[in-house]
T-cell receptor, first 114, second 111 residues
Framework: NAGVMQNPRHLVRRRGQEARLRCSPM?????VYWYRQLPEEGLKFMVY????????ESGMPKERFSAEFPKEGPSILRIQQVVRGDSAAYFC????????????FGNGTRLTVT | GDSVTQMEGPVTLSEEAFLTINCTYT??????LFWYVQYPGEGLQLLLK?????DKGSNKGFEATYRKETTSFHLEKGSVQVSDSAVYFC??????????FGAGTTVTVRA
């Protein structure tokens, strides 16, 4: 039973380019969460999605960031016109239900903006 | 707002030493509490959890007890190994499903 799969593991982008981060949840999980870990900090919630729906995006920056979880395929976190401050580790997690279900995390994508 | 505060690191120990990482939370209601561990270059793994007051979570020799009266969930291990070197995150799950994480505590165990 594969865990949460994220790719790529490492992503380098120049300022102004676009970054696309992918996440495939665990089998049977329909809830996906994205978290960001800045250097020397804990994880911060970004967005919560279910299939074809954004449930809560209160942690997403207002501009340049978007997320989707289509009916088919992985969840995508998209960052347009990246800046150096976007450099971080981005973690995806999934769960089968809401209450008391621990989140299962992927290994993360480490984005470096040069 | 809801938050989690954990002991600042880094913590450096010798093998077989006793480890404690303090964690306290602010709470409305009765959140579920978790400890996650992040090994170098990897994502977070659930280490243990407790869902109600006085519950004790345990795994791999680690323990933590949900203390409602002190709003704490301290992590302990009686005899650490080099393989326990990692970053440890305390977290609470709010009633609206979000996880709030502490800043993480880096633990290094030397042989």
């Amino acid at each position: 039973n594969a865990g949460v799969m994220q790719n790529p593991r490492h992503l380098v982008r120049r300022r102004g380019q676009e970054a696309r981060l992918r996440c495939s949840p665990m089998k049977g999980h329909s809830h996906v969460y994205w978290y960001r870990q800045l250097p020397e900090e804990g994880l911060k919630f970004m967005v919560y999605l279910q299939k074809e729906n954004i449930i809560d995006e209160s942690g997403m920056p207002k501009e340049r960031f978007s997320a989707e979880f289509p009916k088919e395929g992985p969840s995508i976190l998209r960052i347009q016109q990246v800046v150096r401050g976007d450099s971080a580790a981005y973690f995806c997690a999934s769960s089968p239900a809401l209450e008391d279900s621990p989140l299962h995390f992927g290994n993360g994508t480490r984005l470096t903006v040069t | 707002g809801d938050s989690v505060t954990q002991m600042e690191g880094p913590v450096t120990l010798s093998e077989e030493a006793f480890l404690t990482i303090n964690c306290t939370y602010t709470a409305t209601g009765y959140p579920s509490l978790f400890w996650y561990v992040q090994y170098p270059g990897e994502g977070l793994q659930l280490l243990l959890k407790a869902t109600k007051a006085d519950d004790k979570g345990s795994n791999k020799g680690f323990e933590a007890t949900y203390r409602k009266e002190t709003t704490s969930f301290h992590l302990e291990k009686g005899s650490v190994q080099v393989s326990d070197s990692a970053v440890y995150f305390c977290a609470r799950q709010r009633t609206d499903y979000k996880l709030s994480f502490g800043a993480g505590t880096t633990v290094t165990v030397r042989a």
